[in-house]
T-cell receptor
Framework: KAGVTQTPRYLIKTRGQQVTLSCSPI?????VSWYQQTPGQGLQFLFE???????NKGNFPGRFSGRQFSNSRSEMNVSTLELGDSALYLC?????????????FGQGTRLTVV | DQQVKQNSPSLSVQEGRISILNCDYT??????FLWYKKYPAEGPTFLIS?????DKNEDGRFTVFLNKSAKHLSLHIVPSQPGDSAVYFC?????????????FGAGTQVVVTP
């Protein structure tokens, strides 16, 4: 069974540019969440999508957005990139939003903003 | 505002001994707690969880203890093995909220020495 797939694995962008990251959840999983990991900050929740609807959003500026498609694949977009956006972006999928449903993480996309 | 705190950024332990990782939280609404393990270049993998209705949960070499009055949980790994060397994240959530919104601590790097 394939795991959560995130593309690309590594990305270098310039300040001011925008970037789109992709996440393909495990087959049959309908919930996708995004997290930002920076040194010393742990994983910060960005947003969660279920059935193409954003269910919850973390404390990030409006430059961070996302969407989910009918096949449950999700994309997140960051516009007007800042140096501080350099981080590992992790996607996690769950079968549904029921209690005790384990989240499976992808390997992440390492974004470097220069 | 860091609602989940792991105050020890690193821990070194001898193989065969017990590893004890600590985690404190500030939000009394949290009612579900999880531990994730992360190797470099991989996404976090779920280890063990505990609901606030329990004070202990055990799974093989891993045991999680929850002290609700102190808003403290700990993960015990017995016996520690070299393969346990990784970063361990404590996470918490409010089950009546979105399951996807996990609040993570900053992580503890565990090194198991021979």
């Amino acid at each position: 069974k394939a795991g959560v797939t995130q593309t690309p694995r590594y990305l270098i962008k310039t300040r001011g540019q925008q970037v789109t990251l992709s996440c393909s959840p495990i087959s049959g999983h309908r919930s996708v969440s995004w997290y930002q990991q920076t040194p010393g900050q742990g994983l910060q929740f960005l947003f969660e999508y279920f059935s193409e609807t954003q269910r919850n959003k973390g404390n990030f500026p409006g430059r961070f957005s996302g969407r989910q498609f009918s096949n449950s694949r999700s994309e997140m977009n960051v516009s007007t990139l800042e140096l501080g956006d350099s981080a590992l972006y992790l996607c996690a999928s769950r079968r549904n939003t029921a209690l005790n449903t384990e989240a499976f993480f992808g390997q992440g996309t390492r974004l470097t903003v220069v | 505002d860091q609602q989940v705190k792991q105050n020890s950024p690193s821990l070194s332990v001898q193989e065969g001994r017990i590893s004890i990782l600590n985690c404190d939280y500030t939000n009394s609404m949290f009612d579900y707690f999880l531990w994730y393990k992360k190797y470099p270049a991989e996404g976090p993998t779920f280890l063990i969880s505990i609901s606030s209705i329990k004070d202990k949960n055990e799974d093989g070499r891993f045991t999680v203890f929850l002290n609700k009055s102190a808003k403290h949980l700990s993960l015990h790994i017995v016996p520690s093995q070299p393969g346990d060397s990784a970063v361990y994240f404590c996470a918490a959530s409010v089950l009546t909220d979105s399951w996807g919104k996990l609040q993570f601590g900053a992580g503890t790097q565990v090194v198991v020495t021979p």
